[in-house]
């Protein structure tokens, strides 16, 4: 199209040369009003038919000019677009890059208790002595809870241990 738009110009100063030359033959031939009139409309109608080819070429050549602007208009904003759609996705890949750092961090932070925990003497389990009544009454807790996975209220559960034992006190 830009090629084109350069021959439509030079098109145009051919034309307005041209015209130029007509218009310097029409004045010479004024000089010379006594020669036959045909030549003279023989020249109006090349000069008439010259500034309609002009008239036609300079409006071709705006619409190449328009044509041209609006593609240039249409890549500006088809580059903004992309460039919007790659700062976006840079963006989000930034984010996701610190994501996976904090996480990395994260992972060798707990690497590193569970490493000392390993190595460090394993900590005594705390036993509470009970007498022999009490070992009892948790035993028959454990074993109602254990039926009523969904647990129970409290009412429940020492109404089943006094069915059990009868001889437990408050």
Same mark, same amino acid.
């Given at each position: 199209?830009?090629?084109?738009?350069?021959?439509?110009?030079?098109?145009?100063?051919?034309?307005?040369?041209?015209?130029?030359?007509?218009?310097?033959?029409?004045?010479?031939?004024?000089?010379? #009003?006594? *020669?036959?009139?045909? $030549? +003279?409309?023989?020249?109006?109608?090349? @000069?008439?038919?010259?500034?309609?080819?002009?008239?036609?070429?300079?409006?071709?050549?705006?619409?190449?000019?328009?044509?041209?602007?609006?593609?240039?208009?249409?890549?500006?904003?088809?580059?903004?677009?992309?460039?919007?759609?790659?700062?976006?996705?840079?963006?989000?890949?930034?984010?996701?890059?610190?994501?996976?750092?904090?996480?990395?961090?994260?992972?060798?932070?707990?690497?590193?208790?569970?490493? #000392?925990? *390993?190595?460090?003497? $394993? +900590?005594?389990?705390?036993?509470?002595? @009970?007498?022999?009544?009490?070992?009892?009454?948790?035993?028959?807790?454990?074993?109602?809870?254990?039926?009523?996975?969904?647990?129970?209220?409290?009412?429940?559960?020492?109404?089943?241990?006094?069915?059990?034992?009868?001889?437990?006190?408050?």
């Amino acid at each position: 199209w830009k090629q084109q738009l350069v021959e439509a110009k030079v098109v145009v100063k051919k034309t307005a040369a041209a015209v130029d030359e007509v218009e310097e033959d029409m004045e010479v031939s004024g000089e010379e #009003e006594d *020669e036959d009139e045909s $030549p +003279k409309k023989a020249k109006r109608q090349k @000069l008439s038919s010259l500034s309609v080819d002009n008239d036609k070429l300079k409006e071709e050549s705006e619409n190449w000019a328009n044509q041209a602007n609006a593609y240039m208009n249409e890549v500006n904003s088809v580059k903004a677009e992309m460039k919007s759609e790659l700062d976006e996705k840079n963006n989000q890949i930034k984010i996701l890059q610190q994501t996976l750092q904090g996480m990395q961090k994260q992972l060798i932070e707990m690497q590193r208790k569970k490493t #000392e925990e *390993e190595s460090a003497p $394993p +900590k005594p389990k705390v036993l509470i002595p @009970l007498k022999e009544a009490e070992s009892r009454l948790v035993a028959v807790m454990s074993t109602y809870l254990h039926s009523h996975p969904y647990g129970v209220t409290a009412d429940y559960i020492w109404t089943h241990a006094l069915k059990i034992d009868s001889t437990i006190t408050k």
